[in-house]
């Protein structure tokens, strides 16, 4: 079965700097990498998601890369705010298959005003 | 358009005790998830189900835990006897259809947070 790895655990950076949570993952046939944000007592929330025939997707200050032949893919946060104080979980799932999600084991993300 | 809903938000019991949890998915969605997430890690797929069939449950300890969805659109998940490592968030997602082809959105509820004491 698919087994995700993320790093790092815990992360601080100062507000206004830039963050980056990595994560690689086994199967080689996942295909979708979802990234969900997860703030303390919520419901983790989508917040960009990359499918394997693009290599990066941006939104707004969030960015992901993608990387087939390594099996790594990576979210970039820039010019953190207070509010994205969180814990992010990357995923992976194959989306011919039944779509199963798999999860790291999140990064602590904490903005040092 | 409304989100999943889950209820009860909190339960505390005692090992061996009995507990249900139920999940509305969001209206139109096919597919259902239930998710374990234990303090510090990662959410983890216990049941899929496709409308009222189930997908995928090779992750559900089936001795103690049962899901159904009977109608194809709410659903409960239940443990019975409940063991101390089961204290968990107990998250429900749904998503439009997977069989559709291509990916959907999984949308999560609010998660049930069950501590066995």
């Known amino acids: 079965g698919e087994n995700v790895e993320q790093h790092p655990s815990t992360l601080s950076v100062q507000e206004g700097d830039s963050a980056v949570i990595k994560c690689t993952y086994s199967?080689?046939?996942?295909?979708?990498f979802p990234w969900y944000k997860q703030e303390l007592g919520k419901r983790p929330q989508l917040i960009i998601d990359?499918?394997?025939?693009?290599g990066e997707k941006k939104d707004q200050r969030i960015a992901v890369t993608l990387n087939k032949t390594a099996k790594h893919f990576s979210l970039h946060i820039t010019e953190t705010q207070p509010e994205d104080s969180a814990v992010y979980f990357c995923?992976?799932?194959?989306?011919?298959?039944?779509?199963?999600?798999?999860f790291g084991t999140g990064t602590r993300l904490t903005i040092i005003p | 358009e409304a989100g999943v809903a889950q209820s009860p938000r909190y339960k505390i019991i005692e090992k061996r005790q009995s507990v249900a949890f139920w999940c509305n998915p969001i209206?139109?969605?096919?597919?259902l998830y239930w998710y374990q997430q234990i303090l510090g890690q990662g959410p983890k797929l216990l049941i899929q189900?496709?409308?009222?069939?189930?997908?995928?449950d090779s992750q559900l300890p089936k001795d103690r835990f049962s899901a159904e969805r009977l109608k194809g659109v709410d659903s409960t998940l239940k443990i019975q006897p409940a063991k101390l490592e089961d204290s968990a968030v107990y998250l429900c997602?749904?998503?439009?259809?997977?069989?559709?082809?291509?990916?959907?959105?999984?949308?999560f509820g609010p998660g049930t947070r069950l501590t066995v004491l």
């Open positions: 990359i499918r394997s025939n693009v």
């Open positions: 995923a992976a799932s194959f989306t011919f298959g039944n779509e199963k999600l798999t």
């Open positions: 209206s139109g969605h096919a597919t």
């Open positions: 997602a749904s998503s439009l259809d997977w069989s559709s082809g291509g990916t959907d959105t999984q949308y």
């Open positions: 189900f496709q409308n009222n069939g189930v997908v995928d």
């Open positions: 199967d080689s046939a996942s295909n979708y």
